[in-house]
């Protein structure tokens, strides 16, 4: 990083002004972020959901998958890959021998042009489809809930309910 001009600039610059240091070791002591976690979150509908977040890795990117009695849609992207931006979507029924792949349309901007559809919605005011809409500022809440119920289950080797952090 400290090779380039650019990234000196963007990167090296503005530690003097904010204090993170964006060349530092992720392996010393005072580091208290996860590098590896998982989480099983069960809900009071009864849906449950395995999430596992990999955080020191040499690419980015996701695999997402949800499972009903029906069958299972798989979507896994790789991002920052040799040939770029890698995207396959499976629908898979169940006992189904050939899977078919849905093509994914191609994306000429960052994270898959996800981008540019939220600067849209959020500054913009362009109508979205329901399934683009912004979630509400409660769903948010309850995402970051979940979050610190993980962390917090992990440090005290027990399983955290929302309800034991916040009254709803």
Same mark, same amino acid.
């Given at each position: 990083?400290?090779?380039? +001009?650019?990234l000196v600039?963007?990167?090296?610059? +503005?530690?003097?002004?904010?204090?993170?240091?964006?060349?530092?070791?992720?392996?010393?002591?005072?580091v208290d972020i996860y590098d590896s976690m998982s989480?099983?979150?069960s809900y009071s509908n009864g849906v449950v959901m395995n999430y596992s977040l990999n955080a020191c890795m040499p690419y980015e990117g996701y695999a997402l998958s949800f499972t009903c009695e029906k069958g299972t849609l798989t979507a896994r992207l790789g991002e920052r890959l040799p040939g770029g931006d890698?995207?396959?979507i499976t629908v898979t029924k169940n006992f189904s021998k050939d899977p078919p792949r849905v093509e994914r349309p191609a994306a000429s901007a960052e994270h898959g042009g996800g981008d540019?559809?939220?600067?849209?919605?959020?500054?913009?005011?362009?109508?979205? +489809? +329901?399934?683009l809409a912004l979630p509400t500022s409660r769903a948010g809440a309850l995402s970051c809930l979940t979050g610190i119920a993980a962390r917090k289950s992990?440090?005290?080797?027990r399983a955290i309910k929302i309800s034991d952090l916040v009254r709803l």
């Open positions: 990083m400290t090779r380039d +001009p650019r600039q963007l990167y090296v610059g +503005p530690e003097a002004v904010d204090g993170y240091q964006r060349d530092g070791c992720l392996f010393k002591n005072d989480a099983l979150v890698q995207m396959t540019g559809r939220l600067r849209d919605l959020i500054f913009r005011g362009v109508d979205m +489809p +329901p399934h992990i440090e005290q080797k």
